[in-house]
């Protein structure tokens, strides 16, 4: 089955500075790359995800690349800020994220931002 | 207000008692997912479903039943079988298989002690 690594598992930062969580895969079948942010004491929300077919997505002050071949994808976060403060979870799927081709997430990366 | 709610929020049990965990979504999505968080293990998928009446093993099933018996309800029963039932249980959803969105939606979470 789908195996992800994600790392760090934990990073601090200062606050305005950028923060890079990078996940590998080991399934080449995988085509979805999810990214969940987890408040304390909150739900997990997804906050971006991308597609096999491209390279790279931006929304805002974040954004993630994939790099097939490597077959690893990673969350920038730029101009950080006291709310980016959580745990992320990255994940993997063959299908369009749900069922059988469900997906398989990291171990998550606690996000600390210093002010 | 749409949205999954999970019950109850914390549950103590002493060893050898199945306790239920209920899981209510009013989001008209198909499919049902039922995780486990624990410090440091990411998301773990413990079951789900893709329509009523049925339901598959995740990655860590042993010691878990679910039932579908209705689309908007999908009930987690923690069993005496599992040898270590202490964890945060997150119950989730998503449209189906068929969308092009796998967006997964969330509960609060119940969080399971056993004494």
């Known amino acids: 089955g789908e195996n992800v690594e994600q790392h760090p598992s934990t990073l601090s930062v200062q606050e305005g500075d950028s923060a890079v969580i990078k996940c590998t895969y080991s399934?080449?079948?995988?085509?979805?790359f999810p990214w969940y942010k987890q408040e304390l004491g909150k739900r997990p929300q997804l906050i971006i995800d991308?597609?096999?077919?491209?390279g790279e997505k931006k929304d805002q002050r974040i954004a993630v690349t994939l790099n097939k071949t490597a077959k690893h994808f990673s969350l920038h976060i730029t101009e950080t800020q006291p709310e980016d403060s959580a745990v992320y979870f990255c994940?993997?799927?063959?299908?369009?994220?749900?069922?059988?081709?469900?997906?398989?997430f990291g171990k998550g990366t606690h996000l600390i931002i210093q002010p | 207000d749409g949205g999954i709610t999970q019950s109850p929020k914390y549950l103590f049990r002493k060893e050898g008692q199945n306790v239920t965990l209920s899981c209510e979504q009013n989001?008209?999505?198909?499919?049902m997912y039922w995780y486990r968080q624990d410090p440091g293990q990411g998301l773990r998928l413990i079951y789900y479903?893709?329509?009523?009446?049925?339901?598959q093993k995740g990655d860590i099933a042993e010691g878990y039943s679910v039932s579908r018996e209705k689309k908007e309800s999908f009930p987690l029963t923690v069993t005496s079988a599992q040898k270590n039932p202490t964890a945060f249980y997150l119950c989730?959803?998503?449209?189906?298989?068929?969308?092009?969105?796998?967006?997964?939606?969330f509960g609060e979470g119940s969080r399971l002690t056993v004494l």
């Open positions: 989730a959803s998503s449209i189906s298989r068929r969308s092009n969105t796998g967006e997964l939606f």
């Open positions: 399934d080449s079948a995988s085509n979805y």
């Open positions: 991308i597609r096999s077919n491209v």
């Open positions: 994940a993997a799927s063959k299908g369009s994220g749900g069922g059988a081709d469900g997906l398989t």
């Open positions: 989001l008209n999505h198909d499919a």
């Open positions: 479903s893709q329509i009523v009446n049925d339901f």
